[in-house]
């Protein structure tokens, strides 16, 4: 995995240690050398951020699989629910139905669209069997907390200006979203079984990084 840093790696290294050798090389050179020297080590953080995503999109994929498939669940219901409501036409019902289905739409869209370069924070986490007492426990489930809702805001703000990268209904048909520098790649497919759509979740997580 780490190979194609590995061999960043080493080209920086030849690169250093050449214009440290040979201090009197033209300028028109150290200057080709730097340009060079600066590709490299962008190219190096590019791979490195790369590799810490696929190890934490392999680490994380079954619980981010899970999750979606809880979220389109709700959300599906919520739709239901909505239009009954609708249907019945009390001004207060219909309004509490539309801010519960907004709620769906972001519990779906969060799934998806929590970056995979970072340990990924479930929406519906285990009850935690950790030490609720000890301050450093405590702490951390501060920061998690602040950072699921960070990033749910973050979300809620594309969603409430029009520019989340992927239609809610593709995710609903069971296409696969594939996110490319917050642009989305939609893949037609799926409504297959639970085996496959696992499969799909792997590939999915795979796709990210080609």
Excluded: C
């Amino acid at each position: 995995m780490g190979s194609g840093s590995a061999k960043i790696k080493k080209k920086i290294r030849d690169i250093e240690r050449l214009l440290k050798k040979n201090s009197k090389l033209p300028a028109d050179k150290r200057v080709e050398y730097d340009r060079a020297l600066k590709g490299l080590k962008v190219e190096l953080q590019n791979s490195q951020v790369q590799n810490k995503a696929k190890v934490l999109a392999k680490k994380y994929h079954m619980v981010r699989f899970f999750e979606r498939k809880k979220a389109v669940r709700k959300l599906k219901n919520l739709r239901k629910e909505f239009e009954e409501i609708s249907k019945a036409g009390v001004r207060k019902d219909i309004k509490k139905a539309r801010k519960q289905l907004k709620h769906g739409e972001l519990d779906l869209a969060y799934v998806v669209m929590f970056p995979k370069t970072e340990k990924y924070i479930s929406l519906y986490p285990s009850p935690n069997d950790e030490d609720q007492t000890d301050p450093n426990v405590i702490k951390g489930l501060k920061i998690t907390e602040e950072r699921r809702r960070e990033f749910r805001r973050s979300v809620e703000k594309l969603m409430d200006e029009g520019k989340l990268p992927f239609a809610i209904d593709d995710v609903l048909q069971g296409k696969n979203i594939r996110l490319d520098h917050q642009k989305a790649v939609i893949n037609e497919e799926i409504d297959a079984p639970e085996a496959k759509q696992e499969s799909q979740a792997n590939e999915e997580e795979d796709d990210f990084f080609e």
